[in-house]
């Protein structure tokens, strides 16, 4: 039987897959941190309303999980996810390694590792391609996801 905290990795993943991003808030813990290539360093409340939304913005995601490893404090997985990016049009399939921590059956850190420029050739193009490894480059998409983030942020606190 698998680790309670690897059945709660394939459930965060599920829950992406159906885009029930209340289901994947409901996995992380109150004081939980998340850090990717894009998304530095968010609080709890950020991952969520991250997981948000990706989630209302995802149009065609599809989600695949494997490798899935947990033990009580550690855990990791790798997933693929498949979409189509809003704003170019284009498609992606980024490949994301994960790594877990947990405490009391809640995810307390996620950290998300993936190629920036990689992704940036596919969601972006060829200026992407040529330029998504340039310090420049990279903290542009970083401001941009996180100014998307903030206008979500308070467009659902008004809600």
Same mark, same amino acid.
């Given at each position: ?10 459930? @965060? ?6 885009? !029930?991003?209340? *289901?994947? +808030? &409901?996995?992380? *813990?109150? %004081?939980?941190?998340?850090? !990717? ?5 968010? !609080?709890? %409340? ?13 149009? !065609?995601? &599809? ?8 033990? *009580? /404090?550690? +855990? ?11 704003? /170019? +049009? ?10 877990? *921590?947990?405490?009391? $059956? ?8 993936? &190629?920036?420029?990689?992704?940036? $050739?596919?969601? @972006?193009?060829? #200026? $992407?391609? @040529?330029? =998504? ?12 996801? @996180?100014? =998307?983030?903030? #206008?979500?942020?308070?467009?659902? &606190?008004?809600?």
């Amino acid at each position: 039987m698998p680790h309670p905290n690897a059945e709660l990795i394939a459930r @965060l993943y599920a829950a992406l897959a159906r885009r !029930d991003a209340a *289901a994947m +808030g &409901s996995c992380y *813990a109150d %004081d939980a941190r998340f850090d !990717d290539p894009v998304f530095r360093q968010l !609080d709890a %409340d950020g991952v969520r309303a991250m997981w948000h939304m990706l989630c209302e913005r995802a149009t !065609d995601l &599809s989600i695949e999980a494997s490798g899935i490893e947990a033990d *009580a /404090t550690r +855990g990791r997985a790798r997933w693929i996810a498949t979409y189509t990016f809003s704003r /170019t +049009g284009r498609r992606v399939c980024n490949v994301i390694d994960a790594e877990y *921590a947990f405490r009391d $059956g809640r995810i307390v850190r996620h950290t998300d590792r993936f &190629s920036l420029w990689r992704w940036a $050739g596919m969601a @972006l193009g060829l #200026k $992407g391609a @040529l330029l =998504g490894w340039a310090p420049p480059v990279r903290e542009a998409i970083r401001r941009e996801a @996180l100014r =998307g983030l903030e #206008k979500f942020r308070q467009r659902e &606190s008004r809600r």
